[in-house]
């Protein structure tokens, strides 16, 4: 299931608090350098799928604190 041609692309969810920890996983927005690295090609659907996994880490992170 592709993006309509028209559909504005999701905007990053990057909050400018760039910073990986050991996992390579970045402490400001939860994605994996790997995911960081793929979203500019990412269409929407990947784009929320990635959205979707960085913030179960956002939040595996703050419940372990």
Do not use: F, Y
């Not at 559909?7 to 760039?18: G, K, V, Y």
């Not at 910073?19 to 970045?26: A, M, R």
């Not at 994996?32 to 090609?41: F, N, P, R, V």
Request: with cysteine; net charge neutral; aromatic share 2%.
């Amino acid at each position: 299931m592709s993006s309509e041609p028209d559909e504005a692309l999701l905007a990053s969810p990057c909050r400018r608090q760039c910073c990986l920890d050991e996992h390579d996983q970045c402490l400001g927005c939860g994605r994996t350098l790997q995911e960081i690295l793929d979203w500019g090609k990412a269409d929407n659907a990947q784009r929320r799928v990635i959205c979707q996994a960085a913030q179960q880490r956002l939040q595996h992170r703050q419940q372990g604190r």
